[in-house]
């Protein structure tokens, strides 16, 4: 099963020059999708479902945008493509996503038949074409997918680590303001020059802002669960 | 993770009387659903999603209709209920359907987080819920959900077996109306009394009518793949 997973590698690998271009120009295309993801505060996850040479379905994350556990950006491209094409099946299409895709997407490409995809990074927590498990090569099911990973892989997960410090930064001025506010309330001046602290006030606001700052410490490397699980 | 899963039978289990008659009355209604699918000419699947008593989310197989591989029962049911309740997490609701899910509604189940899942007649082929992999309960996933088998099993299987049994007899009165034809087309009367044989016919009619028996004889017990593989 592993041979069928094709590792590109900046350096080369067994894909000539031509098809790895092709793949970034279309893994390309993901990451200006998952932009739009990203300028929605959502994960940002792109994908584009290839057909002879054109794209035929784009998507990007919109779970919080949309209040839905299905608009991930492959099941938004898969839906679009099919719309395009006719048919649930997805025969000759390359689907390229900019990260390694969860269990209802991976199951999603096994149900409309498409024969290869394209992954950015991986999702080393939570990926079901390859990492948690490969739902894509599953022997027993009725298609497997071809596979490729590690495309573009450093603009990929360089957006998604991007995404993650932005977001604790703001969680941490969003709390630290919040603290403040608190604060201000809880502690009213009784005298001029005097604040007293109201009754029932449970914990120091230096703690919370201690907490914020451990929070901050996590290690940006980690994209566990990423996409899916915020 | 065994343990997790309640194997419910007619002839009782841990379950209380009252449990299995609610989940009885909620499967009747996704029995209901999957009949939509049966009108259709669509593998008869039917999902429903409850949530404090009540269905907030139902659906049915319509992906030949839709041309759509996400037109699955449970994929229809959580895009409802997630609009209903306005959030993409449908913690707190139990999800009931007709057929053991496939990879994609497995996955689909543990994106939006449903924590119980009912199950008609399992599908031993392709289901992903204890047949061929059990993606409700993987333990690395950051959530997994309770699992209740064989809920008004004989009435969801009898279904599937009325359906697929339907579909050979039709398509075997479609291959030998399309074999009568072909030869009503090949064999034209050159004299009255007299049928010539077209030059190039690749095979003697009889030989097609013997194919078509042969499939009819394919056993009815035999759900492989069913509705996800059609």
């Not at 940002?44 to 990007?60: A, F, L, N, S």
């Not at 969860?102 to 074409?129: D, E, F, L, T, W």
């Amino acid at each position: 099963m592993k041979d069928r997973i094709q590792e590109e590698s900046r350096t080369g690998s067994g894909m000539d020059k031509a098809d790895r271009k092709t793949d970034e120009r279309f893994m390309r295309e993901a990451i200006k999708q998952a932009r739009k993801a990203y300028a929605l505060d959502e994960t940002p996850i792109g994908c584009v479902i290839v057909y002879e040479g054109k794209i035929i379905g784009r998507g990007y994350n919109r779970r919080n945008t949309d209040k839905s556990p299905l608009a991930h950006a492959e099941i938004t491209a898969i839906k679009k493509a099919s719309r395009k094409i006719g048919d649930w099946r997805l025969e000759d299409c390359t689907l390229y996503v900019t990260l390694e895709p969860c269990q209802m997407c991976s199951g999603a490409i096994i149900q409309a038949r498409i024969p290869r995809v394209v992954v950015g990074c991986m999702n080393p927590k939570a990926g079901c074409a390859g990492s948690v498990l490969n739902l894509l090569q599953v022997e027993r099911f009725n298609h497997q997918a071809e596979l490729t990973t590690g495309v573009l892989e450093e603009e990929c997960s360089g957006m998604m680590k991007q995404f993650f410090k932005e977001l604790r930064e703001r969680k941490k001025r969003e709390k630290e303001s919040g603290a403040a506010q608190e604060y201000r309330q809880l502690y009213r001046p009784v005298k001029p020059g005097v604040r007293k602290r109201k009754a029932g006030y449970p914990a120091e606001i230096s703690q919370c802002q201690g907490e914020s700052r451990d929070h901050g410490d996590q290690s940006i490397e980690d994209l566990s669960g990423t996409g899916r699980k915020m």
